[in-house]
């Protein structure tokens, strides 16, 4: 995926968790809190997505949106804690495509990029993703190993679709254990091994493609 991401936002933690979170997703992303690099940015560079924070310093965002459109119609996405309704309307009237108010959930908002992209692109929600002899069709849920079709439960699927999309990066129990189970969850890393297993199993002889790293974690490793 040769994604790029523009993330205009003040607050250093919001840039750091929004950059991982995408990264992981294998976006490149660029952060800034200044108004006018924005304008500079996207005259040197081709993102697919800016993620917009309305209160910066300086210039608002609904201004720099409103500047970003005379010059681009990349997609923009406002990110703020201004909840009242003149607001989203000012945005939207200023060029945004859509809104999201702090505090949001990082899948619900990247499942917002990823529609939102897929619409300006005109690509369908039933995409199939392929490696190796495991192919997957995001719209249905099915899985193939090779020629058989595998019924996997709803975790298995998640944990396989996550590596498909990240393939030979390597993740750690803990970084799993927190994207699919959350910080909050009381069992230890063990539970990751236990579903990578039942996932191997059930993928057949394809289940080698995920890898286990010593002391590191796990890898989907992709075979031509």
């Given at each position: 995926m040769d994604q790029k991401l523009l993330v205009v936002e003040?607050?250093?933690r919001l840039q750091e968790?929004?950059?991982d979170y995408f990264e992981s997703k294998g976006w490149q992303v660029r952060v800034t809190d200044d108004g006018e690099e924005v304008l500079e940015k996207i005259q040197t560079n081709s993102y697919q997505l800016i993620l917009l924070d309305v209160m910066l310093p300086g210039e608002n965002g609904f201004t720099i949106?409103?500047?970003?459109?005379e010059i681009?119609?990349?997609p923009v996405i406002f990110i703020t804690a201004r909840v009242q309704e003149e607001d989203e309307l000012n945005g939207y009237a200023m060029g945004a495509?859509?809104?999201?108010?702090?505090?949001?959930?990082?899948p619900v908002l990247y499942a917002k990029v990823t529609a939102?992209?897929?619409r300006m692109h005109g690509s369908s929600a039933g995409r199939r993703i392929r490696a190796g002899d495991i192919e997957v069709d995001v719209r249905t849920h099915e899985v193939w190993s090779g020629e058989e079709r595998c019924e996997l439960p709803p975790k298995e699927y998640e944990l396989l679709?996550?590596?498909l999309e990240n393939p030979k990066r390597i993740f750690s129990r803990e970084q799993l254990l927190i994207r699919f189970w959350g910080y909050d969850f009381d069992g230890n890393e063990r539970v990751v091994d236990n579903h990578i297993k039942k996932l191997r199993k059930l993928l057949g002889k394809s289940g080698s493609m995920i890898r286990t790293i010593r002391k590191s974690g796990y890898r989907m490793e992709v075979i031509p």
């Open positions: 003040d607050d250093r968790i929004i950059s949106c409103r500047k970003i459109r681009s119609d990349v495509d859509d809104y999201v108010t702090k505090p949001f959930s990082l939102l992209i897929g679709l996550f590596f």
